[in-house]
């Protein structure tokens, strides 16, 4: 003899509420990710051999998809020798020292 069990109506919608979020979210994930086996394109080749390692050229990939909300083309990723950023940067942090008079 089988059981069945009654599940309540609001309980009932919950799940399928539930269950129509986590496709949507499937969805969107899969978007997102990149193919099981991705083929680097010519950037990112450029780029390796510039000296950028390909765990730098996946999280340049994951910022680029995430700020857009889709896997986006790179064209060229380039390695800017520049000591701006570090002074942009000195200036950043002298700036949120507040002096007090």
Known sequence: ???????????????????????????????????AS????????????????EEEILAISAAVAAYLGFRGHIRQIRLVSSRSWAQEGRVSIQASHRLHG
């Open 1 to 35: 003899m089988v059981d069945t069990v009654t599940i309540p109506r609001e309980l009932s919608e919950l799940i399928e509420n539930l269950r129509r979020q986590v496709e949507s979210l499937t969805e969107k994930v899969e978007r997102l990710e990149p193919p």
């Open 38 to 53: 991705p083929k680097p394109g010519r950037a990112a080749e450029a780029a390796v051999a510039e000296g950028i390692t």
